[in-house]
Each structure stands twice: as C-alpha cells, then as structure tokens.
Nanobody
Framework: QVQLVESGGGLVQAGGSLRLSCAASGRAFSSYCMGWFRQAPGKEREFVAALNWSGGSTDYADFVKGRFTVSRDNAKNTGYLQMNSLKPEDTAVYYC???????????????WGQGTQVTVSS
C-alpha cells in the first residue's frame, strides 16, 4: 500500500505560480512511477504529467508543456508539480498517483491521493 497526500493548492491569479506537493507513505515510494492528473467540474480526469521512479524520464500533456515541471525527492518520499504561467482553464482538482508502470492513463495508476483544489482567477 502507498498512501498519498497532496498539498499546495489554492487560489491564484492568471499568470501566477503554485507548487503542489505529494507526500507518500507506506511501501517504497521510490519504486513507483508518479503521475499528476486533474479533474475539472463536469469533465473526466485527465493526465497532466508523469515521472519515472528515478526522475530521469518525464512526460507532459501538451497543454502544460513549458509551464509545468514534475519532480520528486525520493529521500523525502515526496513528489512535486511546479505550475507556472497558470491560466483560468487550469482550474481543477489536482491528484497525484503512483503506478508500477510509466504510463499516462488513469487505469494504470493504483494509488491515488485525495486531491487538492487549484483555482486560477482571470
């Protein structure tokens, strides 16, 4: 079992920045790939970014490339999502998740956090 807890969400103006954290406990977090997803009201959960176990490989959704950066500190059992140049359309609940595979699809992620709300005002 891996338990994940997100933090760092909040209200920010368009063009601003936030850094989300994902604190992990339980089985060795460093052996899992980490993903970030988001879900806006009335929409399906969508992929944002993924990072392999070592942090050496990353993948991003096209709509966040150049603005968001995913990283992890395995010594602290924590993952991060740095979000810059935020737009109102980035408003959503953001989730971190853990998977044994480096994937971008929801169904491959077994462990999920509870989510943190990000609201970007125009």
């Amino acid at each position: 079992q891996v338990q994940l807890v997100e933090s760092g969400g909040g209200l920010v103006q368009a063009g601003g920045s936030l850094r989300l954290s994902c604190a992990a406990s339980g089985r060795a977090f460093s052996s899992y790939c980490m993903g970030w997803f988001r879900q806006a009201p009335g929409k399906e959960r969508e992929f944002v970014a993924a990072l392999n176990w070592s942090g050496g490989s990353t993948d991003y959704a096209d709509f966040v490339k150049g603005r968001f950066t995913v990283s992890r500190d395995n010594a602290k059992n924590t993952g991060y999502l740095q979000m810059n140049s935020l737009k109102p359309e980035d408003t959503a609940v953001y989730y971190c998740a853990a998977s044994g595979l480096f994937q971008t699809e929801v169904q491959y992620y077994r462990y999920w956090g509870q989510g943190t709300q990000v609201t970007v005002s125009s």
